[in-house]
């Protein structure tokens, strides 16, 4: 069995939503597991999760963008990965990245940018998003890739709106395909 681990924080529980329909795309694919595990508010890691992520194939980040980067709570986690760098643990698996803001760019791809760096410093090799955008006069807002994320997943939640409401639904739709295409990429590197 092919394992991929989900690591995020999630500061209202609008990208907990966008790491979960990540998970249903990774799942999608035939032999593929995913293990979601989720850093709390003081920046922790639940009980294993060193050893589930040593042991994955590949690993997905996740953090809210917050400021033009991740959240603290992420960058505690990332600072902690130094343990297994040191050893180059994490070096070959495959990794991606997700984050999800209140604004349509709301400086997402720093955090984008922040998520590929922490996993070239692992060794890692990195998968993107893989769709073109829906840019034409044609796209609404509830189209795949609205948002136009190429280098990862880019969702967004209104200011205002809560978990149940947002991410939107074609957000939603583009973070399943996001981990579909994370799930085959990693089935193809372990050949």
């Given at each position: 069995?092919?394992?991929?681990?989900?690591?995020?924080?999630?500061?209202?529980?609008?990208?907990?939503?966008a790491a979960a329909a990540v998970v249903e795309g990774i799942k999608n694919v035939a032999g593929v597991?995913?293990?979601?595990?989720a850093i709390d508010s003081e920046g922790n890691l639940p009980e294993q999760a060193w050893e589930k992520l040593q042991a994955a194939d590949g690993i997905v980040f996740g953090s809210p963008t917050y400021m033009g980067g991740p959240s603290w709570q992420?960058?505690?986690?990332?600072?902690?990965?130094?343990?297994?760098?040191f050893g180059q643990a994490w070096k070959d698996k495959v990794f991606a990245g997700f984050t999800n803001s209140a604004s349509m760019n709301g400086d997402k791809l720093g955090t984008l940018d922040y998520l590929f760096h922490l996993s070239q410093q692992h060794g890692g090799i990195w998968v993107g998003v893989g769709l073109l955008?829906?840019?034409?006069?044609?796209?609404?807002?509830?189209?795949?890739?609205?948002?136009?994320?190429?280098?990862g997943l880019m969702t967004?939640?209104?200011?205002?709106?809560?978990?149940?409401?947002?991410?939107?639904?074609?957000d939603l739709e583009t973070a399943r395909h996001f981990g579909?295409?994370?799930a085959q990429t990693v089935v193809r590197w372990k050949k």
């Open positions: 069995m092919t394992t991929i681990a989900v690591v995020f924080h999630s500061g209202y529980g609008h990208t907990a939503k597991n995913a293990e979601l595990l992420f960058k505690k986690f990332a600072d902690a990965s130094s343990k297994p760098w955008p829906s840019n034409t006069k044609a796209a609404t807002r509830n189209d795949l890739n609205y948002i136009a994320g190429f280098s967004v939640s209104p200011s205002d709106a809560s978990p149940e409401e947002a991410p939107l639904p074609g579909e295409r994370v």
